[in-house]
């Protein structure tokens, strides 16, 4: 009995020390954390600039930080409502999604306009199914054009939500996914040429969870222990608006879990699967349980590992997800465990504690008959490759800022022809001059695997199926992928979305 009550005053540590009053989100340690540097001095100099300001990082984030005071905790965690379809054939589940301006509660007590898919600030979840044939009509009610994206997913380019594939203010248009790739944490979001740093952050994201009978077998837990957790922030003003400012990394003090500033959740003490996205812009998420617990990862971005990897975090850059398995059986109804994003701003060495989620553990209801298999996906060996490639992310002048291999996105210029079926190591490499920021490389079309990160093989979490990889300055990080199936041009680019908005982004194409 002691032991459990001082493990529960450990972990509920945190709590005790705020209960008393209210705290500032995500301002504890100088501010969040995006564009994560090795040099903390080049960061200052290189993010002041862009935000007309001089002096440091900690002067910059208090000047910009508005945001009402929030009692953390103080609201439980919503998870976003299944999209049920307007019509089913035998091989194909048919949405409509409109696009639209809303007013949702983010902060207690404050009524938010956001930008929403069905007017939501995270957009309904499709569950599909490997094998049948999704059909989404999106219009779009918004006063600017929308493209839609479904990030990770193995589409034709006509469904891909190329940025100048638009969808003009009150028109529609219908996106065909044939869901021929193995069960995965997708998620739809805009590309809007121009528009899609502002849309996203304003709530253009939701979640496409692809399910297959393999993944299914495993008995992983389902149903209403499956929780997919979406992870953003915001520059919340003293009137509770989003304020967007393009390279605002230190102006977004607000973590959002799921919508909401640091939410708690209640959980029986059983096995629960979580569903890690980071729809952030810029910011690095390090998530941590309580003093370090361990649990699970099973997947990453291109669905499960080859095996579970006992892991005590998890590191998102923009854009990535990771899937974790807790077993809240190990604590005693009553314990309360903090899940908090330990990544520092301005300094990724001093570990900080911004609250990200509340596990509020309660007794069992029934049997858990859950499991977490030794083995859970076969990854065969890659194909040969017959090209490499070099990717340089780099940082230039303020008036020349992010650019892929010394160029800015033109959507009319294609710098990679690649022949379909051929398989491609691409060298991606983020130098640290003239200025230390860290990017990350998404790829449109396919699900590659990480060969190495400066030469060194990727841990048990990063060996599974990826389309995203973090790219930290003065790595170079080799990536494997195989070009199979659809023609056309395809992006790849830094999901540092306002990176990539201001011209970190670039194009293949695939040709027969
Ligand atoms: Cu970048």
Request: net charge negative; proline share 8%.
């Amino acid at each position: 009995m002691s032991r459990l009550l001082s493990r529960r005053n450990v972990l509920g540590a945190w709590v005790a020390a705020t209960a008393a009053g209210t705290v500032r989100l995500a301002t504890a340690g100088g501010g969040g954390d995006g564009g994560a540097s090795l040099a903390s001095a080049s960061v200052s100099t290189d993010h002041a600039a862009h935000l007309g300001h001089s002096g440091t990082v900690e002067t910059v984030a208090n000047e910009v930080t508005a945001a009402p005071p929030v009692t953390p905790f103080s609201v439980p965690l919503p998870v976003p409502p299944t999209l049920a379809p307007t019509s089913t054939t035998a091989d194909t589940d048919f949405y409509e999604i409109t696009s639209r301006t809303a007013a949702e509660e983010i902060l207690p007590g404050f009524s938010t306009e956001i930008h929403g898919y069905g007017g939501s600030y995270i957009g309904p979840t499709i569950k599909a199914k490997v094998g049948r044939r999704v059909v989404v009509r999106h219009t779009n009610q918004l006063p600017h054009p929308t493209a839609v994206h479904l990030h990770g997913a193995h589409v034709p380019a006509s469904s891909d939500g190329f940025p100048t594939d638009v969808i003009d203010t009150g028109a529609t248009k219908t996106y065909e996914y044939p869901n021929n790739q193995p069960a995965a944490t997708l998620w739809y979001h805009d590309h809007a040429h121009h528009h899609e740093t502002e849309n996203i952050y304003r709530g253009l994201h939701g979640f496409y969870l692809l399910e297959d009978p393999a993944e299914a077998a495993l008995n992983l837990p389902s149903g209403e222990f499956d929780i997919p957790v979406l992870l953003s922030d915001a520059n919340i003003d003293a009137d509770g608006q989003l304020v967007f400012i393009s390279l605002d990394e230190y102006g977004r003090t607000t973590l959002l879990t799921n919508g909401r500033p640091a939410p708690y959740f209640q959980v029986q003490a059983r096995r629960y699967r979580f569903r890690f996205l980071n729809a952030s812009n810029m910011r690095v998420f390090n998530l941590v349980l309580g003093r370090q617990e361990r649990f699970t990862q099973i997947a990453g971005d291109g669905g499960l590992l080859p095996a579970p990897a006992t892991v005590d975090k998890v590191l998102l850059s923009a854009g990535e997800r990771a899937e974790i398995v807790i077993d809240f059986s190990r604590y005693a109804p009553g314990t309360q465990l903090v899940l908090n994003n330990t990544r520092n701003l301005n300094d990724p060495s001093r570990p900080v504690a911004l609250p990200v989620l509340r596990f509020d553990v309660v007794a069992r209801v029934g049997q858990d008959t859950s499991a977490v298999p030794a083995t859970l996906r076969a990854h065969p060996p890659l194909p040969a490759a017959t090209r490499v490639r070099d990717v340089v992310l780099s940082y230039h002048t303020a008036a020349f800022p992010f650019a892929i291999n010394g160029m800015l996105f033109d959507p009319n210029r294609v710098d990679y022809t690649i022949r379909r079926g051929s398989t491609e190591i691409w060298r991606i490499t983020n130098p640290v001059t003239p200025v230390a920021v860290y990017h990350n490389l998404h790829l449109h079309l396919v699900q590659f695997r990480i060969l190495d990160r400066n030469g060194v093989p990727p841990g048990p979490a990063e060996s599974g199926w990826k389309d995203t990889v973090f790219v930290a300055p003065g790595e170079t990080v080799r990536i494997q992928a195989t070009f199979t199936e659809y023609l056309g041009k395809y992006l790849y680019h830094c999901h540092v979305q306002d990176h990539a908005g201001t011209g970190m982004m670039a194009l293949f194409e695939t040709v027969a």
